[in-house]
Nanobody
Framework: QVQLIESGGGLVQPGGSLRLSCAAS????????MGWFRQAPGKERQFVASISYSGRATYVADSVKGRFTISRDNAKNTVSLKMNNLKPEDTAVYYC?????????????????WGQGTQVTVSQ
């Protein structure tokens, strides 16, 4: 059974930084792409970033480009999202997801497993 456990969310002031982590278990981690998505109240789930199985290919949404970085550690079965210069519009529940593919899709339908989510709130 696949388990994805996110950590690292919290309350931060605008301009601040957070690092989200996701620990994966239950399936060969190194075979599948990983992604981060977010959902704000009243809005649809939104792609944030994805990374291929090897880590060589990464993609980030235009709204976070230059501020967020995705990375993975295949030796530790973890994927991280480093978030800098956070803005109030980044406030959302952030979800880690594991794809059914090795490349790094942006469509949430390409992801079979999801974590429970971690809340990120950016406010004064």
């Amino acid at each position: 059974q696949v388990q994805l456990i996110e950590s690292g969310g919290g309350l931060v002031q605008p301009g601040g930084s957070l690092r989200l982590s996701c620990a994966a278990s239950g399936r060969t981690f190194t075979s599948y792409a990983m992604g981060w998505f977010r959902q704000a109240p009243g809005k649809e789930r939104q792609f944030v970033a994805s990374i291929s199985y090897s880590g060589r290919a990464t993609y980030v949404a235009d709204s976070v480009k230059g501020r967020f970085t995705i990375s993975r550690d295949n030796a530790k079965n973890t994927v991280s999202l480093k978030m800098n210069n956070l803005k109030p519009e980044d406030t959302a529940v952030y979800y880690c997801a594991q794809s059914t593919r090795g490349w790094a899709p942006q469509n949430p339908d390409e992801y079979a497993y999801w974590g429970q989510g971690t809340q990120v709130t950016v406010s004064q």
